[in-house]
């Protein structure tokens, strides 16, 4: 008894110590020369005719997080909330006094009151983040201003559905794969929402006060044909969302509210492939209704290619320099995992054929009973299938370049680059093993991709435009209700494990293009470089690097 309750009292001490180290630390950086008392002239500008006659007011929040993993760092400390009163015109302004609280690490300033045009109309990030070391600079009166901008999408249709065209996948898949990518429109009948309880551990319950959130259970509908679909979105690559801010707490993304800018011009192509069901890695576990896998184009202002990303398992798998894959005519050749044990799979998608990667259950024993893994199939008549875009001929696929089929100076193919940057020369050691082959893949060909459907700004479908330089926002009813829903799509919203079954169910994947986690790579987050995903073994990372001579033309 004793030696537990001096066990007790020596972690409670430890708890202590780690949180008090924790706050010194933050507080060795905090700005000796705040002011106790700031202004805050608020300002609204661009307000849009929908908020005439509408109450709004601005909320102003401090927290104390020094470690964001506590309990009460998503607690304010103080708050406050102003109204201004009905808005009249096009611009409206606002002055307070505010005082500082005794060691705030955040603080927020939000509208209230614009519900009418969330998803229309952005007034940049709201809230909006201030870090002590911000006041510190600008001193003890501060001008903010929320200009609404549209956010409609400024690239016209017909250049948008080019670019998708132009650059729709190859995808590969084992002969034998069950549920190949097909349309979510045959479900446009059934887009009924329903509730369930978000977890306990869900970061909205904090930030949003939200206690739930929304999904939609699809029929088992037996149908004879079920064609393939491509959505896609295409928009600048500049473009910001609230809540992604240096400054501001994890959780309060708002991927309801985001804006375009043109910057240097260079284009996102984002595109979404349905899969009907996700059967896991293994027959263990992570089964769900629905699937929504993801790959993203970064593309130059005259359309030349510059990197690709791929997505699956909630990770970014791979981010690269398009030279670094195989594509013909501009197609990325993408290759669709089975799993082990006699899976179906899970659905992700690698630039890559012919490897495996064994994937973490969660912990040893989960490992050790499922041994989840992605099998990638190989490029190769006798074992996998394709399914193409239409404009691929059979020509073009006669003699199908798989490897690097780099050219050196003096006119001789090579199967790397030695001069690539940014990786080491025990990995071009490896990289020199890959050999490139020519596949005639006339006889792989499954199907084509029938329909490529475009995907409308959630918030302006069917709306009257305002700026879009089509001058509509029209869409099929087939797609509406899925361009619009905000939630998860399928009927399994949480994972569960089900013991008596040996399987665990998991999550149906969040809408695109509200999905929150790390997928929603370049759609609404800056290209990086670089990035690829590593496993409990193996990884999504590049498997030869490439010059301007690989890709397929």
């Known amino acids: 008894m004793k030696s537990n309750l001096l066990f007790k009292s020596i972690l409670f001490y430890l708890i202590l110590l780690l949180d008090f180290q924790c706050k010194s630390t933050s507080l060795e950086n905090y700005p000796t020369n705040l002011p106790s008392n700031t202004s805050f002239q608020l300002k609204l500008t661009s307000i849009p005719q929908e908020l005439n006659g509408e109450i709004l007011s601005y909320s102003i929040q401090f927290y104390r997080c020094f470690n964001q993993s506590t309990k009460e760092c998503y607690v304010p400390i103080l708050e406050n909330t102003y109204e201004f009163g009905k808005i009249k015109s096009n611009v409206a302004s606002f002055k307070i006094n505010q005082t500082l609280p005794k060691d705030w690490t955040h603080l927020s300033i ?196 510059k990197r690709i990303l791929l997505t699956g398992h909630n990770h970014i798998l791979l981010d690269t320099k398009f030279q670094n894959i195989n594509s013909i005519k501009n197609h990325p050749i993408l290759y669709v995992a089975k799993g082990n044990m006699g899976a179906d799979g899970g659905n992700p998608t690698s630039a890559y054929g012919g490897y495996t990667v064994k994937l973490n259950a969660g912990n040893f024993i989960f490992n050790y009973i499922s041994d989840p893994w992605d099998v990638f199939p190989t490029f190769d008549p006798k074992e996998s299938i394709l399914i193409i875009p239409t404009d691929l001929s059979e020509k073009d696929l006669i003699s199908v370049k798989i490897g690097p089929g780099t050219i050196t100076t003096d006119g001789h193919k090579q199967t790397s680059n030695p001069n690539e940057s940014n990786h080491s020369e025990i990995e071009q050691e490896h990289m020199n093993q890959s050999p490139t082959l020519y596949v005639d893949a006339r006889s792989m060909v499954k199907q084509k991709i029938q329909k490529l459907v475009m995907w409308e700004e959630p918030g302006w479908v069917n709306q009257k435009s305002f700026q879009d330089p089509d001058g509509h926002h029209k869409v099929d009813k087939s797609v509406a209700s899925f361009f619009q829903f905000q939630g998860r799509l399928g009927k399994h919203p949480r994972t569960v494990l089900k013991t008596s079954e040996l399987k665990q169910y998991g999550e149906s994947p969040e809408n695109a293009p509200f999905k929150t986690n790390i997928e929603q790579h370049f759609t609404f987050e800056r290209p990086r470089s670089e990035r690829n995903h590593t496993d409990r073994e193996g990884n999504y990372g590049p498997k030869f690097f490439g010059d301007i001579s690989t890709p397929q033309k």
């Open 110 to 305: 939000r509208i209230k009151g614009i519900e009418k045009v969330h998803g229309k109309f952005s007034p940049g990030h709201n809230p909006f983040w201030y870090s002590p070391t911000d006041i510190a600079k600008l001193g003890p009166n501060i001008t903010k201003e929320f200009r609404f901008v549209s956010q409609e999408n400024k690239i016209p249709n017909r250049i948008q559905e080019d670019i998708a065209k132009k650059f729709a996948p190859i995808l590969v898949f084992h002969k034998d794969k069950k549920h190949l990518p097909s349309n979510i429109e045959k479900f446009a009948d059934h887009f009924i929402t329903k509730e369930y309880p978000l977890p306990e551990k869900d970061l909205r319950r904090k930030t949003k006060n939200q206690t739930t959130w929304n999904y939609v259970e699809f029929p088992d509908l037996n149908i004879k044909e079920n064609p393939t679909h491509l959505y896609y979105h295409v928009r600048y690559a500049e473009t910001t969302v609230s809540g992604t801010q240096n400054e501001a707490l994890p959780g309060f993304r708002d991927d309801f509210n985001y804006w375009y800018e043109v910057g240097n011009g260079d284009i996102v192509v984002s595109y979404w492939i349905w899969y009907d069901w996700n059967e896991g890695p293994t027959k263990f576990g992570n089964i769900h209704q629905g699937d929504l896998e993801s790959y993203a184009l970064l593309i130059s202002k005259d359309g030349k290619p």
